[in-house]
């Protein structure tokens, strides 16, 4: 079974711990699972984008910085819209032979529901479908509830980045999905 197979089974497993309710008897956050589209970012999504950027992060990317990084010929984006508002993002690099994720987020309402599992699936598969070696990341030390996800996805820990983050100097944990 492929990783893109194995992500659905975990997404599908998440949202349906029992068994799948009617259609019409729509509660939670997805009721439906249409009501999730995705799209590349665009620059008319920077304010959205930002917004999520600023409560998800102490020291978030400025706009300037995000306009710097789509511009980037190897740069691609996936947002994620739940009923035509923004709730979530990745951007990433195209590598000649792997992906690096370069920046994840979703935003505040819309987490611990499996939209952020949703963007890392899509970055995996589309590793895949090139066939990508690896996806790589980088990701604060102190931010546990992101490595916890990504371990869950089979990210394994390759090495400590000290003082990578000039924001603050917090270390980060270099991390890696081995496609081969």
Known sequence: MGREAIAKKSYQRFFFRKKPQELSDACG??????????????????DEVMAIERDSFIYPWSSRFFMQELEVECARTILAEVNGQVAGYVLFWLLPDEIDIHNIAVKVRFRR??????????????AERRSSIRVTLEVRVSNSSA??????????????????????????????????
């Open 147 to 180: 490595r916890k996800l990504y371990e869950s996805m089979g990210f394994v820990i390759t090495g400590l980045r000290r003082g990578y983050y000039s924001d603050n100097g917090e270390d980060a944990l270099a991390m890696a999905l081995n496609l081969k």
């Open 113 to 126: 529901r499996g939209l952020g599992r949703l963007l890392l699936s899509q970055v995996v598969a589309r």
């Open 29 to 46: 956050f997805f009721a439906l699972e249409n009501e999730v589209s995705l799209r590349s970012m665009t620059s008319a999504d920077l």
